[in-house]
């Protein structure tokens, strides 16, 4: 079983260049684009590591 993660990021490219960065290093990941989607997908997902970035 892989550890779940949820990347975060307004910007498309670099929320899908973590995406498959992490799923080549055998995570599985879960995306969100804002900071509302990323507390409901928290919810319902339960995410063992969170990235996101800050501004």
Known sequence: MSVKVLAVDDEDDVRRLIQIKLKKA???VIT???GEEAVEK???EKP???I???M
């Open 26 to 28: 055998g995570f599985e």
């Open 32 to 34: 969100a684009v804002n």
């Open 42 to 44: 928290c919810m319902a």
């Open 48 to 50: 063992e590591v969170v």
């Open 52 to 54: 996101m970035d800050w």
